[in-house]
């Protein structure tokens, strides 16, 4: 009975040094310049994109995936990276204004699309065509400078910055523009001027005036 306790503490001994010995091996650092140590880093560096692309997700501003919407102005988002700050923040804001500039474009040719189905249910060719050539020029002519930033985030990812911006351009300038655009052409005012999409917009612009 004893000998056969010596024999099972032994063979424990054993086992015991084996699961060390393996577990070791396990936690070495691969020799520098080994094919080994290249897998490790790349393994490092793959599984610290997926840590920085997880903290990205988890921290990106609500109104970034969902723009706010309300009876102000028209919003659009951007974002962008940077070693530097500031070029981050630049960056960012410069690629909301050239989305802004597309939803301002798009909000303005849906009203101008409004006016022909109110004015003339498509059939008359002239204002069809005037409407035509004055949104033409109304989205070459676009200008964002109006702007307002409303809120912005700084993230750090990795070695650089990551900045949201969020930019509104007010709707009362937006149908100004509008009716700047539409007054250039005698033809096109002079049919709008009896409708009723038209007196709405200059309503709005009168509010948003008196709200300023």
């Known amino acids: 009975m004893l000998e056969h306790n010596r024999i099972s503490a032994v063979n424990l001994a054993k086992l015991l040094t084996v699961i060390t010995a393996l577990t070791l091996a396990g936690c070495a650092t691969p020799e520098p310049g080994s094919p080994a140590a290249a897998a490790q880093e790349q393994q490092n560096k793959e599984e610290a994109k997926v840590a920085a692309t997880s903290q990205t997700v988890e921290q990106l501003p609500e109104w970034h995936l969902n723009l706010p919407q309300d009876q102000y102005g028209v919003y659009a988002a951007g974002t962008s990276t940077s070693p530097d700050l500031q070029l981050a923040m630049d960056k960012a804001a410069l690629s909301a204004k050239r989305s802004l500039a597309d939803r301002i474009n798009s909000a303005l040719s849906s009203k101008m699309k409004e006016f022909v189905t109110e004015i003339g249910q498509g059939e008359d060719t002239e204002v069809v065509s005037e409407v035509e050539r004055v949104t033409s020029n109304l989205i070459t002519e676009v200008n964002v400078s109006g702007y307002s930033q409303k809120d912005a985030k700084v993230l750090a990812q990795g070695g650089k910055y990551r900045?949201?911006?969020?930019?509104?351009?007010?709707?009362?300038?937006?149908?100004?523009?509008?009716?700047?655009?539409?007054?250039?052409?005698?033809?096109?005012?002079?049919?709008?001027?009896?409708?009723?999409?038209?007196?709405?917009?200059?309503?709005?612009?009168?509010?948003?005036?008196?709200?300023?």
């Open 163 to 212: 900045a949201y911006v969020l930019l509104q351009y007010p709707i009362g300038k937006a149908n100004k523009m509008l009716v700047d655009q539409v007054k250039k052409s005698r033809v096109l005012e002079a049919r709008l001027r009896a409708s009723k999409a038209f007196k709405e917009l200059e309503d709005d612009i009168k509010r948003a005036r008196a709200s300023n």
